[in-house]
C-alpha cells in the first residue's frame, strides 16, 4: 500500500499577506499538509511595512485593531503582554497604543517561529521558509512547478500569490539619475547613509512614505530643510477620537445602491453637517470603511475611473492617518521651517552636478527648479499591474496565468481569491491575496483587511476546494 502524497501549498510573498496565509493554513488544518513560504526582498514575517528598524516608525492603526488574526480580535493585544514593556500598561491605554512598526514585526515573526517548523505534533502541518525569488510558474498535471532565482524548482498543488507592494514608479528622467548617489528610487531601502552633511532633501510626495522618511530626519536631528512635493500638497491627517454620529450612514440608505455621483452627493453633505457642528468631517471615511469594498464591487467600471481621477486623493488623505505623535511632529517641523511643502507636479528629474534637479510646474503652468542634494521617490507603492517590473509578475501576464483587472491596478481574481486566466478560465491552483486585489477590492491594502483574505484563504484551500461566498471579501473592520 502507498502512502499519498502530502497536499503542498507555496506561498509566494512573505509579508504580512502571505505570511499569515501561511500561519492560518499551519493553525487550522485538519489534516497532514506540506506548506512552503518562498520570500525574497524584504524579511520574512515583516515585508516592507514592518521590516523597517526605525523606532520612530509607527503603526498608522492603533494596537486594538492589529490583531493578525481575524478570528481572534484581541490577539496582538495579548502578545504586547508578553513582553515586559508594556506588561503593566493599562488596557484602555495599551488598546489606543500606535505601536512602534518594527514591534509589529517582532509579532509577525513570532507567529512565523511558533509555527515554521518541520512538523507539527498535532496537526502534522509541515511548514518550511524559503529564501529565495519565484521567478516562473509552469502548469502541471496536479498543480504548478515554482522555478526559483536559485535554479530550484518546487512542486506544489496549490499557490497563493501575496507579492504585494512594489517600489515606487518611475518618474520622468528616472533613468537619467538611476546610478546618481544623491537619487533613492525606492524610499524603503536604507537611504539613511547617504543623508547629505548640507544642501535640501527633496521628497516626491506627500504621503504616508514621505511621513516616514520626515520622522526619520528629525529623529536624526538632521538640520537641512526638507521639502515635500505633490500635486495636491496635502499631508496625511490626524487620527482623532471620533464621537457616536447616528447620522451616517443614514439607517434606509444602502450605500452600495448609491452609484459615485449619489454618493458623492451624500458624503458632501454629511461632511458639511459636520464642519458645521464642529467634527472632523473624516468621520464618514471611517464610518464607510466596513462598506467600501461592497461599494467598489458595486461600481460601474467608468465610476471607479472616475472615483480614481477626481476623488482618490482628497479620499486618501482622509482615509491614511497617521498617529498623532507623528502628527505633532510634522506640525512643528512645517511651523519651525525645517519642512516646506510645495503644491506642484513633478516634470522631471535630472542630474544637476552631485546633485538632482527636480522639474516642477505648479498649477497656473510655472515652472521651477528644486536642487535636492537627495532626492526620495516617496510617491506610493506603483499600481499599474500591466507595467510591473516583477519578473513574476510578468511571467504570469505573458503566460496567460493571469490577467489584470479591469482598472489594471491589480490582478483579476474571483470572489474566492482564485486567479482568472487569460482565457477568462478560473486557475485551478493559484490564487492571489493582498494589495494585488486593490483594483478588485479597492480597500486592500491594511492590516485590518489583510488579516480577513489571510484566513479566508486558507480556509478556502482547507476546505477540500469548496470556494468561499462572494462575501467572504467583507470582513469586518472595528472603528
Ligand atoms: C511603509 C508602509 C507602512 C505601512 N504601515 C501600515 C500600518 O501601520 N498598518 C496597516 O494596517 N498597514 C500598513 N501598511 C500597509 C501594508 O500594505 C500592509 O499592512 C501589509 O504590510 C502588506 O503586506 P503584504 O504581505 O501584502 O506586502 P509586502 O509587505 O509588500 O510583502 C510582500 C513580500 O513578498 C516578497 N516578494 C514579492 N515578489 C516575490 C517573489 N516573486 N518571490 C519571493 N518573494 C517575493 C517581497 O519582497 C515582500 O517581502 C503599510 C505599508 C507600507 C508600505
Not at 107 to 112: C, Q
Not at 138 to 158: F, H, I, N, Q, V
Request: glycine residues 8%; charged residues 20%.
Amino acid at each position: 500500500m502507498t502512502t499519498p502524497r502530502l497536499q503542498h501549498v507555496a506561498v509566494i510573498g512573505g509579508g504580512f499577506s502571505g505570511t499569515m496565509a501561511a500561519v492560518n493554513l499551519a493553525r487550522l488544518s485538519p489534516a497532514p499538509l506540506r506548506v512552503t513560504l518562498c520570500n525574497h526582498g524584504s524579511p520574512a514575517g515583516r515585508g516592507i511595512a514592518y521590516g523597517t528598524r526605525r523606532p520612530e516608525h509607527l503603526l498608522n492603526v492603533a494596537a486594538r485593531n492589529m490583531s493578525a488574526l481575524a478570528d481572534h480580535p484581541n490577539h496582538f493585544l495579548e502578545w504586547l503582554r508578553t513582553r515586559t514593556e508594556y506588561a503593566a500598561v493599562p488596557e484602555a491605554e495599551l488598546r489606543e497604543t500606535f505601536m512602534p512598526r518594527r514591534v509589529y514585526g517582532d509579532y509577525l515573526r513570532s507567529l512565523t517561529q511558533h509555527y515554521a517548523r518541520p512538523v507539527d505534533a498535532r496537526a502534522c502541518v509541515e511548514f518550511a521558509v524559503v529564501d529565495d525569488e519565484v521567478l516562473a510558474l509552469e502548469a502541471t498535471g496536479t498543480g504548478a512547478r515554482l522555478r526559483l532565482a536559485s535554479g530550484a524548482t518546487l512542486d506544489a498543488d496549490k499557490i497563493v500569490l501575496a507579492t504585494g507592494n512594489e517600489p515606487p514608479a518611475d518618474l520622468p528622467g528616472s533613468a537619467t539619475v538611476a546610478t546618481h548617489a544623491a537619487w533613492c528610487a525606492n524610499p524603503w531601502l536604507d537611504w539613511e547613509t547617504r543623508i547629505p552633511a548640507t544642501g535640501d532633501i527633496v521628497l516626491l510626495g506627500t504621503g504616508l512614505t514621505t511621513v516616514d522618511a520626515i520622522v526619520t530626519l528629525l529623529a536624526l536631528d538632521w538640520r537641512g530643510t526638507i521639502h515635500a512635493v505633490s500635486r495636491n500638497g496635502l499631508l496625511p491627517e490626524s487620527h482623532f477620537k471620533g464621537v457616536d454620529d447616528p447620522l451616517f450612514p443614514p439607517a434606509n440608505v444602502d450605500l452600495a445602491t448609491l452609484g459615485l455621483a449619489g454618493l458623492v452627493r451624500l458624503l458632501e453633505e454629511h461632511c458639511t453637517r459636520l464642519r458645521a457642528a464642529g467634527l472632523n468631517p473624516a468621520m464618514v471615511v471611517d464610518k464607510m470603511r466596513p462598506h467600501t469594498q461592497r461599494i467598489w464591487g458595486a461600481f460601474t467600471d467608468a465610476e471607479r475611473r472616475e472615483f480614481v481621477a477626481q476623488h482618490a486623493a482628497r479620499w486618501n488623505v482622509m482615509r491614511h492617518r497617521i498617529a498623532p505623535s507623528i502628527h505633532r511632529q510634522v506640525a512643528g517641523a512645517l511651523e519651525s521651517g525645517r519642512l516646506k511643502i510645495t503644491r506642484a507636479a513633478v516634470t522631471g528629474v535630472k542630474p544637476l552636478g552631485g546633485q538632482i534637479g527636480v522639474e516642477l510646474r505648479d498649477r497656473a503652468g510655472a515652472t521651477s527648479l528644486l536642487a535636492a542634494a537627495l532626492a526620495i521617490n516617496c510617491t506610493g507603492p506603483h499600481t499599474r499591474f500591466s507595467a510591473t517590473r516583477s519578473p513574476l509578475l510578468q511571467h504570469l501576464l505573458t503566460s496567460g496565468l493571469a490577467q489584470p483587472d479591469a482598472m489594471d491596478m491589480g490582478i483579476r481574481v474571483e470572489p474566492d481569491f482564485a486567479v482568472v486566466e487569460r482565457g477568462g478560465r478560473r486557475s485551478p491552483f493559484l490564487c492571489a491575496i493582498g494589495p494585488l486585489l486593490r483594483g478588485t477590492l479597492w480597500e486592500s491594502i491594511a492590516v485590518p483587511e489583510l488579516r480577513g483574505q489571510a484566513l479566508r484563504v486558507a480556509q478556502t484551500l482547507l476546505d477540500a476546494g469548496a470556494p468561499a461566498p462572494a462575501e467572504a471579501a467583507v470582513i469586518e473592520y472595528q472603528i
